[in-house]
């Protein structure tokens, strides 16, 4: 072989592996050039709200320290775990929860903090920057939390063919024609309250989500117009049933700009504790807001076993906070405790408050203690309105200790995804 086909025949060669190392690469979601960042790049952000912020970061990102800084004033320094990290306790004025994520699509505008991140690997490429944008609740707003990307594997144009997506994940894909219709089926390990997002939609399109349970029954719907991103916002769900989530256009279609879908559970991984080791006291004996007893905001717990009476029996805190209040004989609560927990909610931004109600004697802990998960507050008992040994817990949202009605208050079931409750429950 001469030396010139030799070499022609290295580059076509060469060439062919290029071609097919480039089809294989994954897509970058809304980018065709990825920049390369060095160590403590500045990221100016606006901080103008109360609450926690997460951080949300690339899978390609590796380790980190996340610096936040509002004026020369440090406000946090965190190390980057597991792609994110949370900030709590940002202060302003109003309670809102910020969730800031990466896109290269995006610039950010306003200046009134500065975010350095300073990677412990260099060059650390594909780090995504956006607008803030406000959780759930308030106003039309996506929910970022970046974790895996997943790409739409076409054809995916029905129920049976639908794609399968995770908790959490993100979603990327096409409507590759005005007649394309992308399904994609989910399900999760718990119940809890899900948040599903359409967002990132093309330029000129105006995309829709529908959802639907394993029956094919359309459930929910978010069919805002224009451009502007869905969101179907906290919607109870059952554990290990799949649920189908319809992408689909209303106008304008781009085969190339991909679209991101996400849905994200709350409340049922957040890390609580039972109150009792004792798998006896399992059994709910008036449960949350059923309809025999609408206004009632918690669950009564009980032993079902009558030889094992739950009398007595020690009470360990959920999550670890803040004993905001002690109630002493109280007529209706009894002795009673209430603790503002670390655990912050996502529907409000507001930090999560427990009562244990009933308490047979005083509780353990007092006014202002700062405690810990499993941390002994009390034992169970009958004082107060009671008609027998029993815990009436209850988890309230809104910050409110007293006042309480059903609105301000979540299914306590649902923080407790590994214990099989039985009796008068409400998932
Ligand atoms: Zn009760």
């Known amino acids: 072989m001469n030396k010139t086909i030799k070499s022609t025949l290295q580059r076509i060669i060469m060439f062919s592996l290029l071609v097919i190392m480039s089809l294989c690469q994954p897509v970058v979601y809304g980018a065709t050039e990825v920049p390369e960042i060095d160590s403590s790049d500045l990221y100016s952000i606006s901080i103008n709200s109360n609450g926690s912020l997460i951080f949300a970061f690339d899978p390609e990102m590796k380790n980190g320290i996340l610096r936040l800084f509002e004026g020369k004033k440090l406000l946090a320094d965190i190390e980057i775990l597991d792609k994110s990290c949370l900030v709590e306790d940002v202060p302003s004025n109003v309670a809102i929860n910020y969730v800031i994520n990466f896109d290269l699509n995006k610039t950010i505008e306003t200046i009134s903090g500065i975010l350095v991140i300073e990677n412990t690997e260099k060059n650390v490429s594909n780090l995504k920057y956006s607008t803030i944008s406000e959780m759930s609740g308030l106003s039309d707003e996506e929910i970022m939390m970046l974790s895996s990307n997943l790409y739409e594997s076409e054809s995916n144009d029905s129920f049976s063919s639908a794609d399968r997506t995770y908790d959490d994940d993100n979603m990327n894909g096409c409507i590759d024609s005005g007649s394309d219709i992308d399904y994609y089926k989910i399900k999760f390990d718990v119940p809890g309250k899900v948040n599903f997002w359409l967002g990132s939609i093309p330029s000129n399109c105006d995309y829709d989500l529908k959802i639907y349970d394993s029956n094919y029954s359309l459930k929910w719907m978010s069919e805002n117009a224009g451009n502007s991103d869905e969101l179907i916002s906290l919607k109870l769900v059952e554990a290990d049933v799949y649920y189908y989530m319809k992408v689909y256009s209303y106008s304008g279609y781009d085969d190339v700009d ?170």
Do not use: C
Request: hydrophobic share 30%; net charge negative.
């Open 258 to 427: 991909q679209y991101l879908l996400r849905a994200k559970l709350y409340y049922g991984n957040m890390g609580w504790g039972y109150m009792y080791t004792d798998s006896d006291n399992r059994y709910i004996s008036s449960g949350y807001g059923l309809p025999s007893r609408p206004d009632h905001y918690g669950i009564d717990i009980v032993s079902s076993n009558s030889s094992d009476p739950i009398d007595g029996d020690a009470i360990n805190n959920v999550y670890s906070g803040k004993v905001a209040y002690v109630g002493i004989d109280s007529p209706s609560a009894g002795n009673y405790a209430v603790v503002e927990t670390d655990s912050i909610d996502p529907e409000t931004g507001k930090k999560l408050r427990v009562r244990y109600l009933h308490m047979k004697y005083l509780p353990s802990v007092s006014k202002d203690d700062s405690i810990s998960k499993g941390t002994l507050v009390g034992y169970t008992g009958n004082t107060g309105l009671s008609s027998g040994p029993h815990l009436h817990f209850d988890v309230n949202n809104e910050s409110k200790i007293s006042y309480l009605d059903i609105e301000d208050t979540i299914n306590p079931e649902l923080f407790f995804p590994t214990i099989s409750f039985s009796g008068d429950t409400s998932l």
